[in-house]
């Protein structure tokens, strides 16, 4: 049920989320489903209205650092700096977890993912419950996340209350960065990047090294695949034509699942070869393509098409475009490059 924000529908959002049901709000990334930390069976239903793994942990939504520190038992030099930097905003801290976050939030890890979300709406909603919301995005698990409220209302339809705004700001999921005293651990890359980071620490005095290997599980959206639209996404060099990848494709096309492990995504394909096909063109600028990438993956799947495919083009380098390129990889069903 989509309602524009106002303070009826924030308040009985507020009361929905009191009585445990969840909420779908806007943030500046994608649309989150939240549901209170406080409320199990509302963290219970999040997993069942998206049919999530309980092993994928969720991040937690605060209104500012006083709100984030209640549910974190440590809070290092780095987290001040990072915080002072970049919240609200795209950026995902993991601490060790105070005893008000449960293991079913964390899927039994020590550390909890906070962020502050730089969206009205969102913050609006976070002060009304006055407690931290859990959120991870608002579609069925491995699903192209949505970036419109209308995305989701095509995910749940009517059995999710909807606050309907802009979102989308940014684009995709928020960086994620594991914090252990000053050692950190990039989990999951986002628009803020790791030379950001640096700078901002640099800038506030603070030292702090990296730890290069994430262990898979702790952050979310770490499996092989993940972002997937509904019909096959094929990841292609820039100069292939449309003839070679429709050539290429079909030699290796039992290779495109069906449907994949874990997630309840069933790709549409041709009983015979493929033979209609279309491209996903982003902008050259990433944090552009970075706001584009969902809508587009979700329209182009809607379009009537057998296939998508996307150019990896030599000039797609940095940090964002790496971002961006890491959703790709997890939305695509095969590889030619």
Same mark, same amino acid.
């Given at each position: 049920?989509?309602?524009?924000?106002?303070? !009826?529908?924030?308040?009985?959002?507020?009361?929905?989320?009191?009585?445990?049901?969840?909420?779908?709000?806007?943030?500046?990334?994608?649309?989150?489903?939240?549901?209170?930390?406080?409320?199990?069976?509302?963290?219970?239903?999040?997993?069942?209205?998206?049919?999530?793994?309980?092993?994928?942990?969720?991040?937690?939504?605060?209104?500012?650092?006083?709100?984030?520190?209640?549910?974190?038992?440590?809070?290092?030099?780095?987290?001040?700096?990072?915080?002072?930097?970049? +919240?609200?905003?795209?950026?995902? &801290?993991?601490?060790?977890?105070?005893?008000?976050?449960?293991?079913?939030?964390?899927?039994?890890?020590?550390?909890?993912?906070?962020?502050?979300?730089?969206?009205?709406?969102?913050?609006?909603? &976070?002060?009304?419950?006055?407690?931290?919301?859990?959120?991870?995005?608002?579609?069925?698990?491995?699903?192209?996340?949505?970036?419109? +409220?209308?995305?989701?209302?095509?995910?749940?339809?009517?059995?999710?209350? &909807? /606050?309907?705004?802009?979102?989308?700001?940014?684009?995709?999921?928020?960086?994620?960065?594991?914090?252990?005293?000053?050692?950190?651990?990039? /989990?999951?890359?986002?628009?803020?990047?790791?030379?950001?980071?640096?700078?901002?620490?640099?800038?506030?005095?603070?030292?702090?090294?990296?730890?290069?290997?994430?262990?898979?599980? !702790?952050?979310?959206?770490?499996?092989?695949?993940?972002?997937?639209?509904?019909?096959?996404?094929?990841?292609?060099?820039?100069?292939?034509?449309?003839?070679? &990848?429709?050539?290429?494709?079909?030699?290796?096309?039992?290779?495109?699942?069906?449907?994949?492990?874990?997630?309840?995504?069933?790709?549409?394909?041709?009983?015979?070869?493929?033979?209609?096909?279309?491209?996903?063109?982003?902008?050259?600028?990433?944090?552009?393509?970075?706001?584009?990438?969902?809508?587009?993956?979700?329209?182009?799947?809607?379009?009537?098409?057998?296939?998508?495919?996307?150019?990896?083009?030599?000039?797609?380098?940095?940090?964002? +475009?790496?971002?961006?390129?890491?959703?790709?990889?997890?939305?695509?069903?095969?590889?030619?490059?």
């Amino acid at each position: 049920m989509p309602l524009t924000p106002s303070p !009826e529908s924030l308040s009985a959002a507020a009361q929905l989320l009191e009585r445990g049901d969840v909420v779908a709000m806007p943030t500046e990334t994608v649309y989150g489903l939240a549901a209170r930390i406080d409320r199990e069976d509302g963290l219970k239903r999040i997993f069942a209205v998206k049919e999530r793994p309980f092993f994928d942990p969720l991040i937690v939504h605060v209104d500012g650092v006083k709100m984030a520190r209640t549910c974190a038992r440590e809070w290092p030099p780095t987290a001040d700096a990072l915080t002072a930097a970049f +919240w609200p905003g795209p950026l995902t &801290i993991v601490l060790p977890k105070s005893e008000l976050v449960s293991d079913l939030i964390t899927s039994g890890l020590d550390g909890v993912g906070l962020r502050s979300p730089d969206h009205p709406v969102a913050r609006q909603l &976070i002060q009304l419950a006055q407690v931290p919301l859990a959120a991870p995005s608002a579609n069925r698990f491995g699903h192209t996340s949505p970036s419109t +409220w209308q995305h989701v209302q095509d995910e749940f339809g009517e059995a999710v209350y &909807i /606050l309907k705004a802009d979102s989308g700001r940014v684009g995709i999921e928020s960086t994620v960065l594991k914090m252990d005293g000053d050692e950190l651990t990039l /989990l999951r890359p986002g628009m803020v990047s790791r030379g950001q980071i640096d700078a901002a620490l640099a800038q506030a005095g603070v030292k702090a090294r990296w730890r290069e290997a994430a262990i898979r599980g !702790e952050a979310p959206g770490q499996m092989k695949h993940h972002y997937m639209p509904r019909i096959p996404l094929v990841l292609v060099p820039a100069e292939m034509t449309e003839s070679e &990848i429709l050539a290429r494709v079909n030699t290796r096309r039992d290779e495109i699942p069906h449907q994949l492990e874990g997630v309840d995504l069933r790709l549409e394909r041709p009983t015979g070869a493929y033979h209609e096909l279309r491209e996903l063109r982003l902008p050259d600028d990433a944090e552009l393509a970075a706001r584009r990438l969902y809508a587009d993956l979700r329209a182009l799947a809607e379009s009537g098409t057998e296939l998508l495919y996307f150019r990896c083009k030599d000039g797609q380098t940095g940090e964002h +475009w790496a971002a961006v390129l890491e959703r790709l990889t997890k939305a695509a069903s095969l590889s030619l490059l």
